[in-house]
């Protein structure tokens, strides 16, 4: 009986750290709403888009960072530096919900906190909190209004418009199939 209870105890535990979030859960644009520190001495992020692209032969995630200001140290002089966009080369979400964003030159790590359809609030492995707030607009699904004419034409099976119908058979009309008999 103890041999069980143990078994379940592990399953529990085990199943209660699994990843909860999908890298297809994070797709969009993300704009920060409360950066007060990030690694690498960067001091603004206005956004984050990620979604995926093919590199070479093969398919991975990527994206990329909007005005990203970061202060540098070089011979004791402080130099601050905006950049537009910077590539993000890969992104991916490993066990207890832990994001990982691969640039060429830095790595970000991240434990997922909340990830909603409009919310990500993530920190960092020091504490840090970090919030973004997803921009439906650019990536939402629009219904387009279906406008279509009534055509009247008539199609044979083949899919070749027929003028005049002179023998009996099914045809197509209205996207409709008809017997016509003669």
């Given at each position: 009986?103890?041999?069980y209870l143990f078994l379940l105890l592990l399953v529990s535990a085990v199943s209660a750290n699994a990843q909860t979030f999908d890298e297809a859960d994070l797709v969009?644009?993300?704009t920060t709403t409360g950066l007060a520190y990030a690694p690498y001495q960067i001091t603004n992020i206005e956004s984050i888009t990620l979604g995926d692209g093919i590199y070479g032969n093969s398919k991975r995630w990527s994206g990329f960072f909007k005005n990203l200001t970061r202060v540098n140290y070089y011979n004791g002089e402080e130099e601050?530096?905006?950049s537009e966009r910077e590539q993000i080369n890969d992104f991916f979400i490993s066990n207890n919900?832990?994001?990982?964003i691969i640039q060429e030159s830095m790595t970000f790590?991240?434990?997922i906190e909340e990830l909603t359809a409009t919310t990500l609030?993530?920190?960092?492995?020091?504490?840090?909190n970090y919030s973004f707030t997803k921009d439906n607009s650019s990536s939402a699904v629009r219904s387009l209004?279906?406008?279509r004419s009534a055509d009247e034409s008539i199609y044979n099976l083949s899919g070749q418009k027929v003028e005049n119908v002179t023998?009996?058979?099914?045809?197509?009309?209205n996207g409709q199939k008809k017997v016509i008999k003669k």
């Open positions: 009986m103890r041999k969009g644009t993300w601050t530096k905006t919900n832990k994001l990982h790590h991240f434990i609030k993530v920190k960092t492995y020091d504490g840090q209004p279906q406008t023998a009996d058979g099914i045809y197509i009309q």
